[in-house]
């Protein structure tokens, strides 16, 4: 079993495996990877299969199934046994960090959503999965700019509010230099956003001029916040943990915990979408 470090970013443990060898990774979201170099066979159970399990210390539960199929499914996406690998320990293909053994609880999972996938129109969805949305999910067009299918399309999530609430202070000669501005910064404000209610926009008044740019430059820990200030010194206040596209992982737990199946939660936070065997 060899270990691959990155960065955490959520409450999922995915387990790979396929090849000559195992891996077993921490994901913040998800993932597939293979130590011979060889693209996983996500689809069979147990070796040569990933799936999740929400790291929380209850039983085997509708959340702890739908990180399974929602891994699967995105490690699905795209394999090509030509390259040396299909996804990144980076974002470009969510963020993981090794840990040091296999979970009972997650080698069940993989039995029991064996082969299971989520698709639209006969397609697999790329089914992304973040921490924390923060009350609204993101449609894949806002963060990719890619085109939009109703699964990955943005929904509202009531399940994770108060996870992951975070606020900074910043002053505007702070922020005038974050932004790269040479002229005083005098007021900053939001000027668009999006349909989930992500900030699009700034719109920053400057000594002499205004100008706009893009709310991604302030890079904040989340994309949904809002700016309020008050004489010299802005607050940027936000809430949710990674990209917020596709599943909100605390939500689907905190569904798992009120009782809903996995069936519910999946077609919640992929709508239109359909569970089945490949």
């Known amino acids: 079993t060899a270990s691959v470090p990155g960065n955490l970013t959520s409450n999922a443990r995915v387990v790979a495996g396929g090849g000559n060898g195992n891996i077993t990774l921490n994901a913040g979201t998800d993932l597939i990877i293979n130590d011979s170099g060889s693209a996983v066979d996500v689809s069979a159970a147990g070796t040569g299969a990933i799936t999740a399990v929400a790291e929380q210390k209850i ?20 394999l090509d046994p030509r390259l040396p690998w299909n996804v990144y ?54 963060w990719t700019g890619a085109a939009e299918i109703p699964p990955l399309s943005g929904v509202a999530c009531g399940y994770c509010k108060g996870k992951h609430d975070w606020t900074r202070q910043l002053t505007l000669a702070e922020l005038a230099a974050k932004l790269k501005q040479k002229k005083p910064l005098l007021r900053l404000s939001v000027k668009e956003t999006t349909p989930s209610g992500r900030p699009a926009t700034l719109l920053l008044e400057l000594a002499g001029g205004r100008t706009v740019l893009p709310a991604k430059d302030l890079d904040m820990p989340t994309s949904l916040f809002t700016v309020t200030q008050s004489g010299d010194v802005v607050t940027i206040a936000g809430a949710g943990y990674g990209h917020g596209v596709g599943m909100c992982q605390n939500g689907a737990i905190e569904m798992g915990r009120k009782g809903m199946k996995f069936e519910q939660i999946l077609a919640h936070y992929y709508p239109q979408s359909e569970l089945r065997r490949k």
Not at 59 to 78: D, E, H
Not at 105 to 129: D, L, W
């Open 59 to 78: 039983t085997l539960n509708a959340n702890v199934v739908v990180q399974a199929v929602a891994a699967r499914s995105y490690a699905s996406v795209g």
């Open 89 to 142: 320990d980076d974002t470009r293909s969510q963020v993981y960090v090794g840990v040091p053994a296999k979970s009972s609880s997650v080698e069940r999972a993989v039995r029991e959503t064996a082969g299971r996938m989520i698709f639209f129109k006969g397609k697999i969805v790329r089914t992304y999965f973040s921490a924390a949305c923060g009350g609204h999910t993101m449609g894949v067009r806002e």
